[in-house]
């Protein structure tokens, strides 16, 4: 049996709300120069995540893969 109580979407959802209260807060207390800052740090992140991901064999196993056109 599953141990979850919560399911991926209402994690995610949470997440979701969890970043727009804090964002929300940031600039109610008007910390926006450290808002930027941190929105900088986030997209870097998340460039250098998909930098090193190996993309070539993304659904090779399954059969799954969209095909390219050939």
């Known amino acids: 049996m599953k141990s979850n109580r919560f399911s991926r979407r209402t994690i995610a959802l949470f997440w979701c709300l969890a970043v727009a209260v804090f964002i929300g807060a940031m ?5 926006i120069a450290l808002l930027y800052v941190i929105a900088t740090l986030a997209l870097v992140l998340l460039l ?4 090193f991901a190996d993309l070539e064999s993304v659904g090779r196993g399954r059969g799954d893969a969209v095909s390219g056109g050939d």
């Open 27 to 31: 600039i109610f207390f008007e910390q």
């Open 48 to 51: 250098v995540i998909v930098g």
